[in-house]
């Protein structure tokens, strides 16, 4: 399943010079970049599905990380003991509803413009961020709540994503290092025990 979702967001990441200019001038930029649909694309396919999919394989992760805790040793937690006879598709469902409710925020972070054909936007991003569309600026100023929720949302989300599974995913590996080695500290000292019985 991990796999899996790394290969969506690689497809994603194949996708995105549709929507993502190079950051130097002249190298490479989408024809198609400021068309409605092209940025529709880049706030429902590159943001949104985007950190869906990364969520998801971050609870998959974490899923495979717990099950393989489980086969080693027997001094395990209730929890940890009966994490794998959890059907994988309760556990994916589960998954798919916290991923969605995390990523729904980047819906709303980016919003479309109707870019003049007249204007240079080579080097604004486009959509642009819901804080800094032309069309928004004035409505946003006047509502600075609704902004800061926004930017909020978003960083929890992100913090979420990177930072708090790169912790886990960290804490799950030492305690994982630490049960393997105290299972094979057992065993050599049940080795060292038989043999000297016999």
Request: glycine residues 2%; charged residues 20%; positive net charge.
């Amino acid at each position: 399943l991990v796999s899996v979702y790394n290969i969506m967001m690689l497809i994603i990441n194949i996708l995105s010079p549709i929507y993502y200019c190079q950051p130097y001038e002249g190298l490479f930029c989408s024809s198609v970049k400021t068309q409605l649909f092209t940025q529709y694309f880049q706030i429902w396919v590159g943001e949104f599905l985007m950190c869906l999919f990364r969520f998801m394989a971050n609870f998959s992760y974490v899923g495979f990380s717990i099950s393989r805790l489980s086969l080693i040793g027997t001094d395990h937690s209730k929890f940890v003991k009966s994490f794998p006879d959890y059907s994988i598709l309760v556990t994916q469902f589960i998954s798919l509803i916290l991923s969605g409710l995390l990523s729904t925020i980047k819906i709303f972070v980016y919003t479309p413009y109707d870019v003049p054909s007249f204007h240079n936007y080579k080097k604004e991003t486009v959509p642009f961020r819901f804080d800094r569309n032309p069309k928004e600026i004035e409505r946003i100023s006047l509502s600075k709540p609704r902004s800061k929720v926004i930017n909020a949302f978003n960083f929890i989300s992100d913090f979420s994503n990177y930072v708090t599974f790169t912790i886990v995913f960290l804490a799950l590996d030492i305690v994982l290092l630490l049960k393997l080695k105290k299972t094979l500290e057992n065993k050599t000292c049940f080795k060292e025990s038989r043999r000297t019985i016999d």
